[in-house]
T-cell receptor
Framework: GAGVSQSPRYKVAKRGQDVALRCDPI?????LFWYQQALGQGPEFLTY????????KSGLPSDRFFAERPEGSVSTLKIQRTQQEDSAVYLC???????????FGQGTRLTVV | AQTVTQSQPEMSVQEAETVTLSCTYD???????LFWYKQPPSRQMILVIR??????QNATENRFSVNFQKAAKSFSLKISDSQLGDTAMYFC????????????FGKGTKLSVKP
């Protein structure tokens, strides 16, 4: 595609619900990153994929967060049993390689009520 | 651990004037990259400018330039001839050269360009 696409753009979840956020990276991009951006803050790294391999998940805040990229293209970030502190914008970025320019999607704004 | 500090939560500038946004960082690494990203209300992060730490020359991109002071660990962004479309959040970011490419961001500076 022309850019990184994320869906949905907005998601409201009741506390305790599971949610799934989707990221379609730029075709051919090997590297894929997920970030969490709380209100009024800068993005914080969650996890990194190189093709289908999840090489770094050190930023995932709890075991309720799970990410996958099974075929090395589309990625899904899943949050189980959502809590209010999970409310944030979730940004996805992709790049050709580790130190190439990262292109960001428009993010998914998750609100947990 | 690397940290990035942006000490100006908000700034404003008149259209056509020049503004400088500040950023300092802390690292013990010698191989790293620094970035300025723009985030308009659409939320999409857009790369403004990039600087490799090993390069002494300051990066420039049209109206955007940086003042990279490696010893002081300072990386400020200068926007010349400010335009209304420059209104956005600006984030300074650090990338360790030995990493997979994940970015460490500051808290951002909200820039308003006034007509």
């Amino acid at each position: 595609g022309a850019g990184v696409s994320q869906s949905p753009r907005y998601k409201v979840a009741k506390r305790g619900q599971d949610v799934a956020l989707r990221c379609d990276p730029i075709s051919g991009h090997v590297s894929l990153f997920w970030y969490q951006q709380a209100l009024g803050q800068g993005p914080e790294f969650l996890t990194y994929f190189q093709n289908e391999a999840q090489l770094d998940k050190s930023g995932l805040p709890s075991d309720r967060f799970f990410a996958e990229r099974p075929e090395g293209s589309v990625s899904t970030l899943k949050i189980q049993r959502t809590q209010q502190e999970d409310s944030a914008v979730y940004l996805c970025a992709s790049s050709l390689g580790p130190h190439s320019e990262a292109f960001f999607g428009q993010g998914t704004r998750l609100t947990v009520v | 651990a690397q940290t990035v500090t942006q000490s100006q939560p908000e700034m404003s500038v008149q259209e056509a004037e020049t503004v400088t946004l500040s950023c300092t960082y802390d690292t013990s690494e010698s191989n790293y990259y620094l970035f300025w990203y723009k985030q308009p209300p659409s939320r999409q992060m857009i790369l403004v400018i990039r600087q490799e730490a090993y390069k002494q020359q300051n990066a420039t991109e049209n109206r955007f330039s940086v003042n990279f002071q490696k010893a002081a660990k300072s990386f400020s962004l200068k926007i010349s001839d400010s335009q209304l479309g420059d209104t956005a959040m600006y984030f300074c970011a650090f990338m360790y050269g030995g990493s997979q490419g994940n970015l460490i961001f500051g808290k951002g500076t909200k820039l308003s360009v006034k007509p």
